[in-house]
């Protein structure tokens, strides 16, 4: 990873290293959805478990079976290509009944179940993802790394984007820069590049969080968010007991999302992100600009379920759940460093 996406890690690991992705069964990921489709309904529910193809190519393959237009197949969330993946998609079909799928020959795309809804799976519309990780050739402090890993499933991790939102050695940063200077890309690109430059201010402002010891604390200013919610409330004081519901992970410290809108961070917290802020001029004001509105991210994300296992002195397995928009990624940066 290029250096300067290299952020400060939140536990002072990590103390072991390894191979990870060395084939698509060595990172199984399984969407989780709020709901279970109704049973009825114009749209048809798709279970997928796809192996090496990422979910925009299954959606054509999709919409080239059965005719579905590809405005008119949804699914909550793009996954990755180099793992085994197993996600919902539907599929408009109004007064239509279901396709034949014994037809259906793709032989890294399998159909797990069915099932009729009355919507369409929007994006961003699940609760979180299960993982199953085995890490290879592991070199490390046994010892060491299972403290960290006991720290984590209590006390959670930084919620840093995963370097996967920002390309290759960072180039979708470079891409956001040739943006904001007048570059035209296409939508989607353009979508792509500025998630990109916010991400990068954000999990910047984490790091110096973390290097300041108070990623997980109460800042005088702060903005806190309630633990699995969005609602979001200022602190002007730091009283006891709301310190306590922070390290009972009840409540999170949130880093600015950066846009246009009311700055609503004050006093400490404010001149931290100001300071991060002020070392990338160019990314700020270009967001400001392409007229993005100010948000807000928890710095912290509990990892539910957390297990692990040194299966022998070079493989390391592990097994959590996460919450939507939170990445696998940055608990692997806390326990290990991963090499080519």
Same mark, same amino acid.
């Given at each position: ?52 193809? +990422? ?76 993982? +199953? ?79 300041? +010891? ?125 090499? +080519?």
């Amino acid at each position: 990873m290029t250096d300067f996406l290299d952020w400060s890690n939140a536990y002072g690991g990590p103390y072991g290293s390894g191979l990870i992705r060395q084939t698509p069964e060595d990172f199984v990921v399984e969407e989780v959805l709020p709901f279970s489709p109704s049973g009825d309904g114009e749209h048809l529910f798709l279970f997928i478990e796809k192996r090496g193809e +990422n979910t925009e190519y299954v959606a054509r393959q999709l919409s080239k079976f059965t005719g579905v237009l590809a405005r008119d197949i949804g699914y909550a969330g793009l996954k990755d290509r180099h793992a085994v993946t197993r996600q919902w998609f539907s599929l408009w079909l109004p007064g239509k009944s279901n396709p034949d799928w014994q037809y259906w020959d793709q032989a890294n795309i399998t159909l797990i179940d069915t099932a009729r809804h009355h919507k369409k799976l929007r994006r961003g519309v699940l609760i979180g993802n299960k993982f +199953n990780l085995i890490v290879r050739q592991w070199e490390g402090d046994v010892e060491k790394t299972e403290t960290l890993l006991k720290a984590i499933a209590k006390t959670g991790i930084a919620n840093y984007y995963g370097e996967q939102r920002f390309g290759h050695d960072g180039k979708n940063i470079e891409k956001a820069r040739l943006l904001f200077q007048g570059k035209s890309f296409n939508r989607n690109q353009r979508s792509l590049y500025l998630s990109a430059a916010r991400s990068f201010l954000f999990n910047g402002i984490l790091a110096r969080r973390i290097e300041l +010891n108070n990623w997980n604390q109460i800042v005088l200013g702060d903005v806190l968010q309630f633990d699995g919610s969005n609602s979001f409330f200022q602190t002007d004081t730091i009283e006891r007991d709301m310190a306590v519901r922070v390290a009972g992970l009840e409540v999170h410290p949130t880093g600015c999302l950066w846009g246009r809108g009311e700055v609503l961070v004050q006093a400490e917290s404010l001149r931290i992100e100001q300071a991060v802020l002020r070392q990338h001029v160019e990314l700020k004001e270009g967001l400001e600009a392409m007229g993005l509105q100010l948000g807000r991210r928890a710095f912290r994300v509990r990892v539910e379920g957390l297990s692990w296992d040194f299966v022998d002195a070079k493989t390391l397995t592990l097994s959590f759940f996460l919450p939507a928009g939170s990445y696998a990624t940055a608990l692997l940066k806390e326990i290990i460093v991963v090499r +080519n």
